[in-house]
């Protein structure tokens, strides 16, 4: 595997070359956004096998395992770990192509040390090193966070979660810093079956009885607080349907009256709720200064066999491709003309709607903070080397490239680090070529500048960190 991710990998030109190696290479990581589990970074687990940190919730792998024939016996099923990671190995060849066939050999060589093509022939050897470097060496989640120089990580919690889990982690000395992000969506999702369910749980950790619409607006509230209190800086909202339907408090009081009584609701009615509700929670992250980020049109769970077998976030998701241009815009124009809008990052998982958000982005830049409304990183289907140069033209062509917060990994393992590299690789990529081709100056250390602040320092920034530390 001579050349296969060498130290050039992906880096096609001479610029490119020196943006890498000497602007974006070392430079330490903030993660802001991902589904890490934080009893497993608290707990400092280590892995026993390859199968546990690689295939255990995984699902991009056991999406690509199944289009490869595989049984889900081998995949979510009770086969035995090694088992799992024979069938993926036996996968691994026919992903050419596919983001995972880099970042499975960008892990093995960072991580492990091993620069074999994983196939049916070398599965066994590479079993038996990654499992032994896994026990024994220095693998476990912090020292993993650490080796990556990993500055924050912002995980993914629901409002009624005690964060027990962060609080350890914030009395604990570590050189990161690992923050809460507030997730209401079940709370938005009133027409799901266990929004009523939710709502007592919401009473439960904040000592009320719910019974009306303002007392669970104060549970919201109660919980941002306490949110804040543990360092968080930013929500996440996963919106699978963009809305908006004006309305006002009293009307929505009604509407969820309605639904704590068991009635089923008109979509109308679902979507005034959810008007109303975002518009509520943005006031309150904005009185906190925290960030709002939207990721937009997930078409979920669109196997409703698998569903029941296996559950959410299982591999069986696309993008939508319902149009958000309207209801996005007057949204957050909504928001802005009343409480004002937080700093927002805005993601969609269809890229027809990549000029969508970056022009809607521009909308709202106010002046207050560079690069105050951010058109974000591609996301999981884009997520790879088409997806992101896309994302990075489009947002440079209409907008300011200069202040973009850059990559994050959204993922659920704590070997996915590498996808930063892989990001800092295409972007130096881009903008070696754009020197290259006599499009840009090749001042190098100005475009080094904009290497550095897009791998790193923006996010450090728009997050208000310092050293790992929230300010
Ligand atoms: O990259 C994609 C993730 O793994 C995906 O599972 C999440 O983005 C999740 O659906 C979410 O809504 O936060």
């Keep these: 595997m001579s050349n296969f991710i060498s130290e050039d990998f992906l880096l096609t030109n001479d610029y490119a070359k020196t943006l890498y190696h000497d602007f974006a290479k070392d430079l330490p990581i903030i993660d802001f956004h991902n589904h890490l589990p934080p009893d497993e ?16 919730g995984d699902h991009y792998k056991w999406r690509l395992m199944r289009a490869n024939g595989i049984d889900e016996h081998y995949i979510t099923g009770h086969a035995d770990p090694k088992e799992k990671f024979k069938a993926w190995a036996e996968t691994v060849p026919n992903t050419l192509g596919n983001p995972l066939f880099h970042w499975t050999h960008m892990e093995l060589k960072r991580y492990f040390g091993i620069h074999d093509f994983l196939n049916p022939e070398t599965a066994d050897r590479i079993w038996d090193m990654a499992n032994e470097k896994l026990q024994n060496g220095g693998m476990s989640t912090q020292q993993l966070l650490k080796k990556d120089r990993v500055e924050f990580v912002g995980t993914t919690d629901d409002p009624t979660d005690d964060l027990a889990f962060h609080k350890e982690l914030q009395n604990g000395n570590h050189p990161f810093q690992v923050a809460p992000s507030f997730r209401p969506d079940p709370g938005l ?7 009523n369910a939710w709502v007592q749980k919401l009473g439960e950790v904040t000592n009320t009885e719910i019974q009306k619409y303002s007392d669970f607006l104060d549970g919201l509230a109660g919980r941002v607080d306490y949110f804040d209190h543990h360092g968080c800086k930013a929500s996440d909202h996963g919106i699978d349907e963009m809305f908006y339907k004006p ?18 609701l008109t979509n109308v009615e679902v979507e005034k709720y959810k008007t109303f509700t975002l518009q509520f929670l943005a006031s309150l992250y904005n009185k906190k200064g925290w960030i709002m980020q939207l990721h937009i049109g997930a078409m979920r769970n669109n196997n409703t066999k698998m569903f029941e077998r296996v559950g959410r976030d299982a591999g069986y998701d696309s993008p939508g491709d319902r149009s958000l241009a309207k209801p996005l815009s007057h949204m957050l124009d909504s928001i802005e003309y009343g409480s004002g809008l937080p700093k927002t990052i805005l993601y969609c998982l269809n890229p027809k709607d990549y000029y969508v958000l970056a022009t809607i982005a521009g909308n709202h830049q106010d002046g207050s903070t560079a690069g105050k409304v951010q058109f974000g990183t591609a996301w999981w289907f884009n997520d790879h080397i088409d997806g992101m140069e896309n994302q990075m033209k489009i947002l440079a062509n209409v907008g300011l490239i200069k202040h973009f917060v850059g990559m ?11 996808r930063h590299e892989y990001f800092r690789r295409i972007l130096c990529n881009l903008f070696g070529t754009w020197a290259q081709d006599g499009k840009v100056p090749s001042e190098i250390e100005w475009l080094g500048a904009y290497v550095k602040d897009i791998s790193y320092h923006n996010a450090k920034e728009y997050f208000g960190l310092k050293n790992g530390v929230i300010l």
């Design 41 to 56: 970074i608290s707990k400092d687990i280590t892995f026993e096998t390859l199968t546990d940190v690689w295939l255990g």
């Design 189 to 195: 999702k009133i027409d799901k079956e266990d929004f």
């Design 247 to 264: 309305t006002d408090e009293q009307e929505v009081a009604g509407i969820f009256d309605k639904k704590m009584r068991g009635e089923s």
């Design 408 to 418: 994050l990994t959204d993922s659920r393992s704590f070997l996915s680090f590498s």
